[in-house]
């Protein structure tokens, strides 16, 4: 079994900062791609940010130059800097791993049940 499991959210006033973690654990052999999405209230879930296994790093227009994504391989852990926070951050947040498992022949997407950050004005 593969578990992700984000930490970090909260709430925070306008321009402040957070930092969210997503640790993988499981019988995990290979993690091509990291990333973060998002869900805010009533919205469809979109894309934050992803990080490749060679730190090849892509963002939402929306958080570029705020928030920054980053991974340490050795742990299998993947983070997510958020500054100058604003309220349409505010959202459920979701860890999400491109994994290949011991036994598997291919990759597959897995998910975290996802971390609330509220961002208040």
């Known amino acids: 079994q593969v578990q992700l499991v984000e930490s970090g959210g909260g709430l925070v006033q306008a321009g402040g900062s957070l930092r969210l973690s997503c640790a993988a654990s499981?019988?995990?052999?290979?993690?091509?791609?990291m990333g973060w999405y998002r869900q805010p209230p009533g919205k469809q879930r979109e894309l934050v940010a992803t990080?490749?296994?060679?730190?090849?790093?892509k963002y939402a227009d929306s958080v570029k130059g705020r928030f920054t994504i980053s991974r340490d391989n050795a742990k299998n852990t993947v983070y997510l800097q958020m500054n100058s926070l604003k309220p349409e951050d505010t959202a459920v947040y979701y860890c999400?791993?491109?994994?290949?498992?011991?036994?598997?022949?291919?990759?597959?997407?897995?998910w975290g049940r996802g971390t609330q950050v509220t961002v208040s004005s």
């Open positions: 999400n791993a491109d994994l290949r498992t011991y036994g598997s022949s291919q990759s597959y997407p897995y």
């Open positions: 499981g019988s995990i052999r290979s993690i091509n791609v």
């Open positions: 990080i490749t296994s060679g730190a090849s790093t």
